[in-house]
């Protein structure tokens, strides 16, 4: 009895006839999660292997008009996986570095390094 019921199952299978899922699938994608700004970045543990890792060659280029204020650095877009910034650095994804034209004490966009 139990080889007939695998041979029907396989031949079933064969024709397309296997029993289909009977469940709501889901067709709209979930809600996308809402992005949070970190203003101060603390690594938990190894502080000094973390930062070596975050570390990058990519020079920053802005000239310091748009990183002083967190408003005027832009809200992060998803669908362009950019920041919507005027400021270079932060539409490149990069942190300013000394090389820009803002000042260290006052730019907001060098949560990480600092």
């Known amino acids: 009895v139990e080889y007939t019921q695998q041979l029907e199952a396989e ?3 064969r024709n ?3 029993a289909a899922k009977q469940d709501v699938w889901l067709k709209t994608p979930p809600p996308r999660r809402s992005y949070f700004t970190i203003s101060h970045y603390e690594p938990v543990i190894d502080k000094k292997r973390v930062l070596s890792k975050l570390q990058s060659s990519l020079i ?5 008009e748009h990183c002083t204020d967190y408003s005027m650095l832009g809200p992060m877009s998803l669908e362009a996986d950019t920041f919507l910034s005027d400021c ?6 990069t942190e300013c570095s000394d090389q820009c034209g803002c000042k260290n004490k006052i730019c907001l966009n060098r949560e990480i390094t600092e």
């Not at 920053?60 to 310091?64: D, E, F, V």
């Not at 270079?88 to 994804?93: D, E, S």
């Open 88 to 93: 270079a650095c932060r539409k490149a994804r």
């Open 60 to 64: 920053g280029s802005c000239i310091g």
């Open 16 to 18: 397309n006839l296997a």
């Open 11 to 13: 031949e079933a299978f």
